[in-house]
């Protein structure tokens, strides 16, 4: 499994002064990367490729595009109208927001199924959700850019969050906005922000990367490597996997940019800013629904924030919090149904996040997030302790796959 | 990216290796061309859009430039000069021995019609815009344009007599709609 | 090719995950919008440009009375076929302001094919004031910017009728069986040929209300046909890359397990 030599008589040159070559030989052929990675697995590769893409487009539509409140919503629409293939540039960067938060989640679940946060992989697991709270961050603040009714609305009610905190809520508020409402200076630093924090991203991405070659990936059977005969090298093994995934996802994608652009937008959000005017039924985007409602679940406005925030939050502990000895939710019976459970809770938690707060749905979020942090705070802790595991197979290699083969849901 | 998996063709050899080498190689150019035509909307779309194009092209109304004024026209973002030249100017311009110009132009190559001189107003050594047409303007020794950045000579014609400059002040592309009326671009 | 078209917007569908998404028509009082037969739906759908001309002749003798259309420039009507000259003609017949002058005054002067439509009224205040109160709403991005979208433009512009008994129309409203709450400041814009059409097809209600919503999709989205032609090509070529991907992978993978 060593590293063929640099045979090229330039690249030997160069990578004695700057050792890249060598480096990405290392990663790629001497890393040792288990042989057992199911396609649950390409969802790291694919969040980076999707980094990049909205980094290349979102730069392109920056040299178009004019941060002010009387020419926002128009640069756009000339984007749509007049700039060549603006577009295509233009659906795949806000579909590809949508497309990045999916595969991130889908991520952060199979981490969760598979126990991947746990020793010795827990500062992995903190720079993934320091991860997902700058995308948010990066998504809330590019969302407002279109200045459109919704982008308008979203800034004012996420931005008022803050002023439930008491004394300095009132003074923050004013300090993000720069004024006394959402306005020109608002967007301003918005936009700002919206094209810094990527850079910040692909920073954390590095050191998450780091963290990962430190230990190696996860598995789907969760028990270290014990030999060379345990691992492959990642190329071409797993490049060609995440290619071939890579392909699907891109299906997916290409099927909404040119099909259906404008699915996952509130129409709303194609009539200009209007101050004075706030729309019937205001809803985030997708991907923030389940904190919305837990949000709106709570009647008191401090403890809302408070809970909003906490339910992300509450994830960095959740190394301590799961009890468990073992790492896959193969092992665990009790668990992986509770996953499951979970996994239920978070899309009502969502589609109450959707519909309106009136009624029945007022119940239902409640309970869900009553059960939100339940199953976090509670039902780990003691399930870990008391739970009885499957036994473990003795390595990854051969014998033991047959008995896990079925568990794939 | 995808080009990075025909490298993996060197690996186990045997029966079939013709047919997987080439599936590598399809595979790999298929990658290649994909990526190549996805960067070209990124590429694109920095060329001129089409409002940019739509007013690519200007009319002017000539009826107010009496003889021996000028009047200056944005067109693409760019100033040109229209001169409505008296007859000592075009006399001057027509005179000119070609042979000794740095760049070498008839004033009948340069201009539709005698009376009138359409130039883009841009100095062709580094691009600052000559003086000349104000009637208090200096015009330089040969009584054109100056460009007052590095002291570039016009003429009547706007060709380079004298200075750094290397060219001629370009002609746009113009048709006369009318006796009145100019169209440039 | 319908099958496969719609075998892939339900796969997109599923894939995403979107059983969040079910349209939130509880807040509009869920009016049953009248599902036309649009010629731009799906994903091979595309505009009848006869049918947008005849939109545009609709636009520009009724709807333009009150409603802007300003993000379109008359250069865009090229799109739905007319002529540069007839473009040029049409634009030469609007009174555009201009200027300031080297006088510092504002003048008019003939429309070009590269000035935005002209709106009816100066700024939206002005609108408002003259149509007692209610804002005409922009028109270039309708479609876009209303649940429903045609469906609902059409609803709107078909959906005058007669108030059901016992509900009294305030003074200056009108009656609407699709409008959110009913009650439209609107006058019914549409009579049986308002509009001369030259003959075929008839100028009714019908006709000019689907007419003007078609064109009005055009406006909305003017890229549609580009997009939806691109569209098709990069599907094809990322359905055969990914199963020559998926060889690979086999490939490569063989001798592992």
């Known amino acids: 499994m060593s590293a063929p030599a640099i045979n090229n008589r330039f690249l030997k040159w160069f990578d004695d002064r700057l050792p890249v070559v060598s480096f990405m030989q290392h990663e790629l052929h001497e890393y040792p990367t288990p042989k057992n990675l199911n396609y649950w697995w390409n969802f790291g590769s694919l969040a980076g490729i999707c980094l990049v893409i909205m980094i290349a487009t979102g730069v392109v539509l920056a040299m178009q595009y004019t941060p002010h409140v009387s020419l926002a919503f128009l640069s756009v629409e000339r984007i749509m109208r007049d700039v060549n293939y603006g577009w295509l540039l233009r659906y795949l960067h806000m579909n590809g927001a949508s497309m990045f938060f999916l595969v991130v989640y889908i991520h952060v679940f199979r981490g969760l199924y598979y126990g991947s946060y746990k020793s010795p992989r827990e500062v992995l697991w903190w720079l993934g959700l320091v991860i997902l709270l700058l995308m948010m961050a990066t998504a809330f603040m590019g969302y407002v850019l279109p200045w459109g009714q919704m982008s308008f609305w979203a800034a004012t009610v996420i931005t008022n969050l803050f002023s439930a905190f008491p004394l300095v809520g009132e003074p923050i508020v004013t300090w993000l906005w720069g004024g006394f409402s959402v306005d020109n200076p608002t967007l301003n630093r918005f936009y700002a922000l919206h094209y810094l924090l990527p ?41 060609v996997k995440d290619l071939f995934g890579l392909g699907v996802f891109f299906i997916v994608y290409m099927a909404l940019v040119f099909f259906a652009p404008n699915m996952l937008v509130e129409p709303i959000n194609y009539v200009p800013a209007d101050p004075l005017v706030t729309p019937p039924h205001i809803v985030p985007e997708w991907y923030f629904l389940p904190y919305y409602a ?35 939710a193969r092992f665990r019976p009790i668990y992986k149904k509770l996953f499951w459970v979970f996994l239920a809770d978070c899309i009502i938690l969502g589609w109450v996040g959707y519909n309106p707060p009136e009624g029945h749905f007022i119940v239902i979020g409640q309970i869900a997030t009553a059960y939100y942090f339940l199953h976090l705070l509670v039902i780990m802790p003691i399930v870990g302790k008391v739970e009885r595991t499957r036994p473990l197979p003795d390595s990854i290699s051969a014998p033991v796959l047959k008995g896990a083969h079925k568990e794939k849901a | 990216m995808a080009s990075t998996v025909h490298s993996t063709a060197h690996g186990a050899h045997g029966d079939g290796g013709t047919r997987r080498d080439f599936l590598y190689l399809a595979t790999g150019a298929m990658g290649a061309i994909g990526a190549g035509l996805a960067a070209w909307p990124l590429v694109d779309s920095m060329n001129p859009s089409a409002e940019v194009l739509a007013v690519s092209s200007t009319e002017v109304d000539l009826a107010p430039v009496a003889v021996g004024m000028a009047l200056t026209v944005k067109w693409r973002g760019k100033p040109v000069f229209v001169r409505h030249r008296t007859d000592k100017e075009i006399k001057e311009a027509e005179d000119v021995n070609v042979a000794e110009l740095r760049d070498p132009q008839t004033d009948k190559a340069r201009t539709e019609k005698p009376g009138w001189i359409v130039v883009v107003g841009i100095c062709t050594h580094l691009g600052c815009v000559p003086l000349g047409q104000k009637p208090t303007d200096p015009r330089g020794d040969y009584g054109g344009w100056f460009c007052p950045c590095h002291g570039s000579h016009y003429d009547t014609s706007g060709r380079i007599r004298k200075g750094p400059a290397p060219k001629n002040l370009a002609v746009p592309a113009y048709t006369f709609l009318s006796d009145s009326k100019v169209k440039i671009g | 090719m319908m099958m496969r078209a719609r075998i892939l917007a339900a796969a997109v569908t599923a894939g995403l995950g979107l059983a969040l998404a079910a349209p939130a028509s509880a807040a509009e009082g869920n009016v049953e919008l009248p599902k036309q037969n649009w010629s731009f739906n799906g994903p091979f759908g595309t505009f009848d440009q006869a049918q947008l001309k005849r939109g545009y002749q609709v636009y520009g003798q009724v709807c333009s009375a009150c409603h802007s259309m300003h993000l379109l420039y008359y250069r865009n009507l090229m799109d739905i076929g007319f002529s540069e000259a007839q473009v040029k003609e049409i634009a030469a017949g609007v009174e555009v302001t201009d200027g300031p002058n080297e006088e510092g005054e504002m003048f008019t002067r003939p429309g070009r094919p590269s000035d935005h439509f002209r709106s009816p009224f100066p700024n939206d205040n002005a609108a408002r004031a003259a149509n007692g109160g209610a804002l005409p709403p922009d028109l270039s991005l309708i479609i876009k910017a209303r649940e429903g979208g045609a469906n609902y433009v059409y609803g709107v512009l078909a959906g005058f009728t007669d108030p059901p008994a016992g509900v009294t129309v305030p003074q200056g409203m009108h009656y609407n069986k699709v ?13 049986e040929g308002l509009v001369d059409y030259g003959g075929e097809p008839k100028a009714t209600v019908d006709q000019m209300a689907q007419d003007v919503t078609a064109f009005l999709a055009w406006a909305s989205e003017p890229e549609m046909e580009a997009r939806k032609r691109l569209g098709i090509k990069v599907m094809l070529f990322l359905i055969i890359f990914t199963g020559m991907l998926y060889a690979v992978k086999r490939k490569v993978w063989a001798n592992i397990h």
């Not at chain 1, 190696?216 to 345990?230: V, Y």
């Not at chain 1, 401090?302 to 190394?319: D, K």
């Open chain 1, 199 to 239: 850079f910040v991203i692909v920073g954390v991405v590095v050191l998450h990367l780091i963290a990962l070659h430190k230990h190696g990936s996860n598995n789907p059977l969760g028990i270290p490597h014990k030999g060379p005969q345990d691992s492959i090298p990642f190329h071409p093994y797993y490049t």
């Open chain 3, 179 to 191: 409008f959110p709450g009913h009650m439209i400041a609107m006058n019914p814009p549409l009579s």
């Open chain 1, 294 to 328: 837990i949000l709106r679940s709570i009647p008191d406005k401090l403890l809302g924030v408070i809970a909003m925030f906490g339910s992300l939050l509450i994830l960095f502990v959740l190394p301590w919090l799961d009890t468990s000895k073992v790492r896959s």
